[in-house]
């Protein structure tokens, strides 16, 4: 079995724990090993990343370090985690300046950054470290008459000369998915652009714009779900249905892709944990066949 190592990051273990519960089970299940990963801290996204550039290099890069000190990848699920190590990792194997003054730091706890470790997004280690051809034969309880829309996140697509994960522009990876599991991929105005979540700390307002521009858009495209691939991008779509506006509107549920591959794999609900999303989920997994 393949062994991969697992960052959380600060939001999944929080906010959205069974992602990660399901990330584990759905890999395992495709003969990928999940292994916690120790004594590791903050990427440094956003807030450090807007202050320090040193700074962001060195809480990504010792995050990396770590990995390499394992002798293995990263499986990063949070979108923003995953970018901010790839990026940190592209910027500190071109630097030769960054990658002296990391290690200078990183000695103080015998640590060292090669380069060496390479970091995963979970589309990528389903869609190549496993393969789709794995991942339907593992497909036992298919789908019927559901109609779904992908969601990707910014930051697990783009900069794609970077993070190189599926084409930012056309993404297909988790519409892929969501067909071979049985379900209908639906297309839909705005599929590629930002949920709101990043702008939500600074702008609240605008950010539950944009959150709900994509919902609407989406419910007027016939999707009975959303299915993600980022933690902040699935807890944003989620929240902006929740507020004052809304009310009186239908919720239109949002679920991870591994919950959704789960459920067709047979793995139990509980699991999954799919008793923990804040919107049922029932619409989508009572179209998984029995």
Do not use: W
């Not at 519960?21 to 807030?47: F, R, W």
């Not at 990026?87 to 990391?102: F, G, M, V």
């Not at 999954?272 to 619409?283: D, E, F, R, T, V």
């Amino acid at each position: 079995m393949k062994e991969i190592l697992l960052y959380r990051g600060c939001t999944t273990p929080v906010r959205l724990p069974a992602y990660e519960a399901a990330t584990i089970a759905v890999l395992k299940k495709l003969g990928v090993s999940v292994l916690e990963m120790n004594d590791v801290n903050c990427c440094g996204a956003q807030y450090i990343e807007s202050l320090s550039r040193s700074a962001y290099a060195a809480m990504s890069g010792r995050i990396l370090a770590l990995a390499e000190e394992e002798g293995k990848d990263i499986l990063a699920l949070c979108g923003a985690c995953s970018g901010s190590l790839k990026i940190n990792k592209h910027y500190l194997d071109n630097n030769e300046a960054a990658r002296r003054e990391l290690n200078d730091i990183l000695a103080e706890e015998g640590l060292r950054y090669s380069g060496k470790a390479r970091v995963r997004h979970l589309l990528q280690v389903l869609s190549e470290d496993i393969g789709y051809s794995e991942i339907e034969r593992a497909i036992v309880r298919p789908y019927e008459g559901i109609k779904l829309a992908a969601h990707y996140g910014c930051h697990v697509t783009r900069p794609y000369d970077i993070v190189g994960v599926d084409d930012p522009e056309n993404p297909t990876i988790i519409d892929r998915i969501v067909e071979l599991a049985g379900g209908e991929a639906v297309d839909y105005a705005g599929k590629t652009r930002c949920c709101g979540g990043p702008i939500l700390a600074m702008d609240p307002s605008t950010a539950a714009k944009i959150g709900l521009e994509k919902i609407h858009n989406i419910a007027a495209a016939g999707a009975q779900g959303i299915v993600t691939a980022c933690v902040f991008c699935d807890i944003q779509l989620t929240q902006v249905q929740f507020g004052e506006s809304q009310e009186s509107v239908a919720k239109i549920p949002v679920i991870p892709v591994v919950q959704y591959l789960g459920v067709a794999m047979g793995i139990s609900e509980d699991v999954l944990g799919l008793q923990m999303n804040k919107i049922s989920p029932h619409a989508i997994i009572s179209a998984g066949g029995r």
